[in-house]
């Protein structure tokens, strides 16, 4: 039996390039039995290539779509390098939005690291931005040199039942990333009484967390649709009848998605003096503030939900379309997100 993850790199380097030229796994198997005596067999060759995909030898990226990129820049006045539709779609397609998303995170740490010493990334929460985050540890530990790296979570844990979408659990993908690796988490409850809201921020655990939010270079995070019975803010809120009670105050108010779990409508953030909030480090209106600063980056990425993979267009329009709203520098959408937020060619 073959040991995969044993196999010799330089041949299994071979493999994949005869694989990709064109010959046949038979062909494959007589040519490594012939030049290398090694004993193959057919179905070996294709667990050798899930190997060395998981090795980074090989990635699909699927190319942008320039024109529907032109069209979205065109019609909310945006540049076409900040703008990144990836031409997928489907169940497959947050995968590739994020590994896309993942891909031009590491020319921002080298950007940013040309400048600076360490460079300090915050991370929301949830399943898209685990899978960026992952993707992220996994192409940083291939570069040859890297800056120091801090990572924040800029939220905390929302799903009680999957804890992994917290962004403190994704702290864990970078142990072997980078030679420098500094955290800080937010050790806070997800949701408090908004009248308690500026108390918990000085608490322990807490306070050094909202303080050292100035460090950050590089936010990257997801947002979810009102209309998604999937979406963890959704979800929590449907878990009791206090937070049943905010989600129809919520919906009153206009509510059609959330970024950090910082509700919105479509003309701008939804704040609240009573009733319960997320714990975040930056406030819609902050995040706006952030995103203009010079050498700062809010890195959005628009996938469709990992559950049912409904398109976060609704939600993602008023980002795009609204001042109040333009919490981005960079965004990140596969094409039935961005089909949805623009209208019909004739």
Not at 4 to 17: A, G, H, I, P
Not at 139 to 145: A, D, F, Q, T, V
Request: proline share 5%.
């Amino acid at each position: 039996m073959i040991a995969y993850d044993k196999f010799d790199d330089t041949l299994l380097v071979s493999v994949c390039e005869r694989f990709l030229e064109g010959d046949s796994v038979m062909e494959i198997v007589e040519w490594t039995q012939r030049e290398h005596g090694v004993s193959l067999k057919r179905e070996n060759i294709y667990p050798l290539l899930r190997e060395a995909r998981r090795r980074g030898y090989f990635s699909i990226f699927p190319p942008p779509h320039g024109h529907l990129q032109q069209r979205v820049c065109d019609r909310f006045n945006a540049r076409k390098e900040h703008v990144n539709v990836v031409r997928v779609r489907g169940e497959t397609a947050r995968h590739y939005v994020a590994a896309a998303a993942a891909e031009y995170l590491v020319q921002l740490v080298h950007l940013v690291g040309e400048r600076k010493h360490s460079v300090h990334i915050g991370f929301g929460g949830g399943g898209t931005i685990m899978l960026v985050a992952r993707a992220l540890a996994f192409r940083l530990h291939l570069e040859g040199s890297l800056p120091r790296l801090g990572l924040h979570a800029v939220t905390s844990g929302f799903d009680v039942t999957n804890p992994w979408t917290a962004p403190v659990s994704f702290f864990g993908y970078f142990d072997q990333a980078a030679p420098h690796v500094d955290y800080v988490g937010l050790f806070a409850p997800a949701v408090v009484e908004a009248e308690d809201y500026e108390h918990v921020k000085t608490l322990p655990g807490v306070e050094e967390s909202f303080r050292r939010a100035r460090e950050i270079d590089i936010v990257v995070t997801s947002l979810a649709s009102a209309g998604d019975p999937h979406g963890e803010l959704n979800r929590f809120m449907s878990l009791g009848k206090q937070g049943s009670n905010h989600v129809a105050e919520l919906k009153e108010a206009g509510w059609i998605g959330d970024v950090t779990y910082r509700p919105y409508s479509e003309s701008g953030p939804i704040s609240a003096s009573e009733g319960i909030r997320a714990v975040c480090l930056f406030e819609l209106e902050r995040l706006v503030e952030f995103a203009q600063e010079p050498n700062k980056h809010v890195v959005l990425v628009a996938a469709p939900c990992g559950v049912c993979q409904q398109s976060k267009g609704d939600a993602l329009h008023p980002l795009l379309a609204e001042p109040k709203l333009k919490l981005w520098t960079d965004l990140f959408m596969d094409l039935t997100t961005t089909q949805t937020v623009l209208p019909r060619e004739d």
